[in-house]
């Protein structure tokens, strides 16, 4: 870790923690990720990869907002958007994942990728996560790109 953004960083996903410390030292010893429940301090809403990449690149050229933090599973092709919670919400698409509450999701330390898991945009500490309204117009927008350009690619 090596500034004060990462320690903030650290300090905040492992809050989610059962037990922050014993989730700090298990990143701390390099074993990877720790699981951590969806639902009190944020959501995560999963999509496939090309489409979150896309949706992150337009979520950049918003001018006033600074994308929360964004995950990414190269194994699973998957880009995870951290939101606030919502009990009630419902993410509806093709390849759209919703975990919230009851969920849990493997997460590698703020400060270095673990395995195929990597931050995108790691957490800041801050609490600042993605805006729901703004993250479903960039997906809007990526998916509408994606749909134009796939029969361009099929070819």
């Not at 650290?10 to 429940?37: F, I, N, Q, S, Y």
């Not at 907002?65 to 995870?80: E, F, H, I, K, N």
């Not at 400060?111 to 801050?126: C, F, S």
Request: hydrophobic fraction near 45%.
């Amino acid at each position: 870790m090596t500034s004060t953004v990462s320690m903030q960083g650290v300090e905040w996903l492992a809050a989610a923690a059962p037990d922050p410390r014993a989730c700090k030292r298990e990143w701390d010893r390099g074993h990877g990720t720790v699981l951590l429940e969806a639902g009190r301090y944020w959501d995560v809403l999963s999509v496939p990869a090309q489409l979150g990449l896309l949706t992150l690149d337009i979520l950049w050229r918003v001018p006033v907002d600074v994308p929360g933090p964004t995950l990414m599973d190269s194994a699973a092709q998957r880009v995870g958007f951290f939101l606030p919670p919502d009990p009630v919400s419902r993410w509806v698409g093709s390849g759209i994942r919703h975990a919230g509450r009851g969920s849990w999701v493997s997460v590698p330390p703020p400060y270095r990728p673990a395995g195929l898991l990597e931050w995108i945009v790691p957490p800041d500490g801050t609490g600042a996560l993605h805006i729901p309204a703004t993250l479903e117009g960039a997906l809007r927008r990526a998916n509408g790109t994606l749909a134009v350009l796939e029969p361009v690619i099929c070819e």
